[in-house]
T-cell receptor, first 113, second 116 residues
Framework: RKEVEQDPGPFNVPEGATVAFNCTYSNSASQSFFWYRQDCRKEPKLLMSVYSSGNEDGRFTAQLNRASQYISLLIRDSKLSDSATYLCVVNRGLTGGGNKLTFGTGTQLKVEL | DVKVTQSSRYLVKRTGEKVFLECVQDMDHENMFWYRQDPGLGLRLIYFSYDVKMKEKGDIPEGYSVSREKKERFSLILESASTNQTSMYLC???????????????FGAGTRLSVL
Protein backbone atom coordinates (compact mmCIF):
# COMPACT_ATOMS: atom_id res chain seq x y z
CA ARG A 1 0.00 0.00 0.00
CA LYS A 2 1.28 3.45 -0.88
CA GLU A 3 1.97 5.79 2.04
CA VAL A 4 -0.20 8.48 0.47
CA GLU A 5 -2.90 7.57 -2.02
CA GLN A 6 -4.80 9.87 -4.32
CA ASP A 7 -7.08 9.41 -7.29
CA PRO A 8 -4.97 10.59 -10.25
CA GLY A 9 -7.97 11.95 -12.15
CA PRO A 10 -8.20 13.90 -14.34
CA PHE A 11 -11.19 15.68 -12.94
CA ASN A 12 -12.72 17.73 -15.76
CA VAL A 13 -15.14 20.31 -14.38
CA PRO A 14 -16.87 23.40 -15.78
CA GLU A 15 -15.95 26.83 -14.52
CA GLY A 16 -17.91 27.65 -11.38
CA ALA A 17 -18.26 24.04 -10.26
CA THR A 18 -17.39 22.69 -6.84
CA VAL A 19 -14.90 19.84 -6.83
CA ALA A 20 -13.51 17.70 -4.02
CA PHE A 21 -10.34 15.66 -3.82
CA ASN A 22 -9.60 12.97 -1.29
CA CYS A 23 -6.44 11.44 0.00
CA THR A 24 -5.63 8.63 2.43
CA TYR A 25 -2.38 8.10 4.30
CA SER A 26 -1.04 5.01 6.03
CA ASN A 27 1.32 6.39 8.70
CA SER A 28 -0.69 6.96 11.87
CA ALA A 29 2.28 8.88 13.35
CA SER A 30 1.99 11.65 10.77
CA GLN A 31 1.37 15.02 12.36
CA SER A 32 1.61 17.61 9.59
CA PHE A 33 -0.58 17.68 6.52
CA PHE A 34 -0.56 19.87 3.45
CA TRP A 35 -1.98 20.38 0.01
CA TYR A 36 0.49 21.51 -2.62
CA ARG A 37 -0.33 22.67 -6.10
CA GLN A 38 1.84 21.88 -9.11
CA ASP A 39 1.35 23.50 -12.48
CA CYS A 40 2.51 21.72 -15.61
CA ARG A 41 6.33 21.57 -15.76
CA LYS A 42 6.66 23.76 -12.67
CA GLU A 43 7.68 23.10 -9.08
CA PRO A 44 5.19 22.22 -6.33
CA LYS A 45 3.99 25.16 -4.26
CA LEU A 46 2.20 25.12 -0.94
CA LEU A 47 -1.52 25.66 -1.33
CA MET A 48 -2.48 25.27 2.32
CA SER A 49 -1.70 23.45 5.52
CA VAL A 50 -4.42 21.18 6.88
CA TYR A 51 -5.42 21.47 10.52
CA SER A 52 -7.33 19.04 12.70
CA SER A 53 -10.33 21.32 13.00
CA GLY A 54 -10.47 21.94 9.27
CA ASN A 55 -9.54 25.23 7.67
CA GLU A 56 -10.57 27.49 4.86
CA ASP A 57 -8.66 29.85 2.62
CA GLY A 58 -10.96 31.72 0.29
CA ARG A 59 -12.52 29.19 -2.08
CA PHE A 60 -10.46 26.33 -0.68
CA THR A 61 -11.43 24.20 2.31
CA ALA A 62 -9.30 21.43 3.77
CA GLN A 63 -10.44 18.75 6.19
CA LEU A 64 -8.55 16.14 8.18
CA ASN A 65 -9.96 12.98 9.69
CA ARG A 66 -7.24 11.42 11.83
CA ALA A 67 -9.32 8.41 12.83
CA SER A 68 -9.82 7.42 9.20
CA GLN A 69 -6.44 8.81 8.09
CA TYR A 70 -8.14 10.82 5.40
CA ILE A 71 -7.61 14.33 4.05
CA SER A 72 -9.82 16.27 1.69
CA LEU A 73 -9.67 19.44 -0.36
CA LEU A 74 -12.78 21.24 -1.57
CA ILE A 75 -12.60 23.92 -4.24
CA ARG A 76 -15.66 26.09 -4.70
CA ASP A 77 -16.46 28.25 -7.72
CA SER A 78 -13.66 26.74 -9.81
CA LYS A 79 -11.64 29.05 -12.03
CA LEU A 80 -9.72 28.23 -15.17
CA SER A 81 -6.58 29.16 -13.24
CA ASP A 82 -7.26 26.35 -10.76
CA SER A 83 -6.26 23.83 -13.43
CA ALA A 84 -3.23 22.05 -11.99
CA THR A 85 -2.19 18.90 -10.16
CA TYR A 86 -2.95 18.85 -6.45
CA LEU A 87 -0.56 16.93 -4.24
CA CYS A 88 -1.53 15.54 -0.86
CA VAL A 89 1.45 15.68 1.51
CA VAL A 90 2.04 14.28 4.99
CA ASN A 91 5.06 14.24 7.24
CA ARG A 92 6.61 10.98 8.33
CA GLY A 93 6.03 11.37 12.04
CA LEU A 94 8.82 11.83 14.52
CA THR A 95 11.41 9.76 12.68
CA GLY A 96 14.16 12.09 11.55
CA GLY A 97 12.68 14.87 13.61
CA GLY A 98 9.52 14.92 11.56
CA ASN A 99 11.30 16.74 8.81
CA LYS A 100 10.59 14.43 5.93
CA LEU A 101 7.46 14.62 3.87
CA THR A 102 5.73 12.01 1.74
CA PHE A 103 4.05 13.31 -1.40
CA GLY A 104 1.09 11.71 -3.10
CA THR A 105 1.30 11.33 -6.86
CA GLY A 106 -1.32 14.02 -7.30
CA THR A 107 -4.82 14.56 -8.63
CA GLN A 108 -5.11 16.41 -11.90
CA LEU A 109 -7.81 19.07 -12.22
CA LYS A 110 -8.90 20.61 -15.51
CA VAL A 111 -11.37 23.46 -15.34
CA GLU A 112 -13.12 24.12 -18.63
CA LEU A 113 -15.23 26.95 -20.05
CA ASP B 1 9.67 35.38 0.06
CA VAL B 2 11.63 32.17 0.26
CA LYS B 3 13.87 31.67 -2.69
CA VAL B 4 15.34 28.32 -3.68
CA THR B 5 17.51 28.52 -6.75
CA GLN B 6 18.68 25.59 -8.83
CA SER B 7 21.66 26.22 -11.06
CA SER B 8 20.24 24.82 -14.30
CA ARG B 9 16.74 24.39 -15.73
CA TYR B 10 17.80 21.93 -18.41
CA LEU B 11 20.84 19.71 -18.60
CA VAL B 12 21.93 17.12 -21.14
CA LYS B 13 24.70 14.71 -20.19
CA ARG B 14 26.20 11.54 -21.54
CA THR B 15 26.22 8.14 -19.86
CA GLY B 16 29.14 7.84 -17.47
CA GLU B 17 29.63 11.56 -16.93
CA LYS B 18 29.84 13.03 -13.45
CA VAL B 19 26.99 15.47 -12.93
CA PHE B 20 26.63 18.20 -10.34
CA LEU B 21 23.27 19.78 -9.53
CA GLU B 22 23.46 22.83 -7.30
CA CYS B 23 20.83 24.33 -5.05
CA VAL B 24 20.96 27.53 -2.99
CA GLN B 25 18.37 28.84 -0.54
CA ASP B 26 18.24 32.29 1.01
CA MET B 27 16.06 31.67 4.08
CA ASP B 28 18.67 30.27 6.47
CA HIS B 29 16.78 26.97 6.53
CA GLU B 30 18.39 24.06 8.37
CA ASN B 31 16.85 21.37 6.18
CA MET B 32 17.47 20.79 2.51
CA PHE B 33 16.23 18.01 0.26
CA TRP B 34 16.76 16.51 -3.16
CA TYR B 35 13.90 14.75 -4.95
CA ARG B 36 13.34 13.31 -8.35
CA GLN B 37 9.95 13.37 -10.00
CA ASP B 38 8.89 10.89 -12.63
CA PRO B 39 5.47 10.42 -14.27
CA GLY B 40 3.25 8.11 -12.24
CA LEU B 41 5.78 7.88 -9.40
CA GLY B 42 5.49 11.33 -7.89
CA LEU B 43 8.25 12.94 -5.87
CA ARG B 44 10.76 10.53 -4.38
CA LEU B 45 13.30 11.62 -1.79
CA ILE B 46 16.93 11.00 -2.76
CA TYR B 47 18.82 12.65 0.09
CA PHE B 48 18.14 14.98 2.97
CA SER B 49 20.41 17.25 5.02
CA TYR B 50 19.45 18.71 8.39
CA ASP B 51 22.62 20.69 9.00
CA VAL B 52 25.94 21.60 7.45
CA LYS B 53 27.98 18.48 6.65
CA MET B 54 25.08 16.29 7.81
CA LYS B 55 23.21 14.07 5.38
CA GLU B 56 20.76 11.25 5.48
CA LYS B 57 19.71 8.83 2.77
CA GLY B 58 16.23 9.14 1.45
CA ASP B 59 14.17 6.50 -0.30
CA ILE B 60 16.25 6.14 -3.47
CA PRO B 61 19.88 7.14 -2.76
CA GLU B 62 21.55 4.58 -5.02
CA GLY B 63 23.69 6.20 -7.69
CA TYR B 64 23.68 9.59 -5.96
CA SER B 65 25.71 11.43 -3.36
CA VAL B 66 25.36 14.88 -1.80
CA SER B 67 27.44 17.62 -0.31
CA ARG B 68 26.54 20.36 2.14
CA GLU B 69 29.55 22.46 3.00
CA LYS B 70 27.58 25.66 3.66
CA LYS B 71 24.14 26.08 5.16
CA GLU B 72 22.66 27.72 2.10
CA ARG B 73 23.98 25.26 -0.51
CA PHE B 74 23.14 21.62 -1.13
CA SER B 75 24.64 19.77 -4.07
CA LEU B 76 23.49 16.53 -5.67
CA ILE B 77 26.13 14.47 -7.44
CA LEU B 78 25.62 11.72 -9.96
CA GLU B 79 28.95 9.94 -9.88
CA SER B 80 28.42 8.16 -13.20
CA ALA B 81 25.23 9.20 -14.92
CA SER B 82 23.01 6.50 -16.36
CA THR B 83 19.99 6.71 -18.65
CA ASN B 84 17.65 5.69 -15.83
CA GLN B 85 18.63 8.89 -14.03
CA THR B 86 16.90 10.96 -16.71
CA SER B 87 14.33 12.83 -14.65
CA MET B 88 13.17 16.12 -13.16
CA TYR B 89 15.24 16.93 -10.08
CA LEU B 90 13.78 19.20 -7.44
CA CYS B 91 15.54 20.80 -4.51
CA UNK B 92 13.62 21.98 -1.44
CA UNK B 93 14.36 23.61 1.89
CA UNK B 94 12.49 23.93 5.17
CA UNK B 95 12.90 24.95 8.76
CA UNK B 96 12.43 22.23 11.40
CA UNK B 97 8.97 21.35 12.73
CA UNK B 98 7.64 23.39 15.61
CA UNK B 99 8.13 26.84 14.21
CA UNK B 100 5.47 28.91 12.49
CA UNK B 101 6.32 27.60 9.05
CA UNK B 102 8.15 24.53 10.23
CA UNK B 103 8.05 21.51 7.98
CA UNK B 104 6.73 23.42 4.99
CA UNK B 105 9.06 22.73 2.08
CA UNK B 106 9.83 25.35 -0.52
CA PHE B 107 10.97 24.17 -3.90
CA GLY B 108 13.31 25.35 -6.57
CA ALA B 109 12.14 25.50 -10.19
CA GLY B 110 13.67 22.11 -10.95
CA THR B 111 16.36 20.77 -13.27
CA ARG B 112 15.26 18.58 -16.14
CA LEU B 113 18.17 16.21 -16.70
CA SER B 114 18.50 14.06 -19.78
CA VAL B 115 21.18 11.38 -19.83
CA LEU B 116 21.93 10.11 -23.33
Amino acid sequence: RKEVEQDPGPFNVPEGATVAFNCTYSNSASQSFFWYRQDCRKEPKLLMSVYSSGNEDGRFTAQLNRASQYISLLIRDSKLSDSATYLCVVNRGLTGGGNKLTFGTGTQLKVEL
Amino acid sequence: DVKVTQSSRYLVKRTGEKVFLECVQDMDHENMFWYRQDPGLGLRLIYFSYDVKMKEKGDIPEGYSVSREKKERFSLILESASTNQTSMYLCASSSPPGGGSGNIQYFGAGTRLSVL
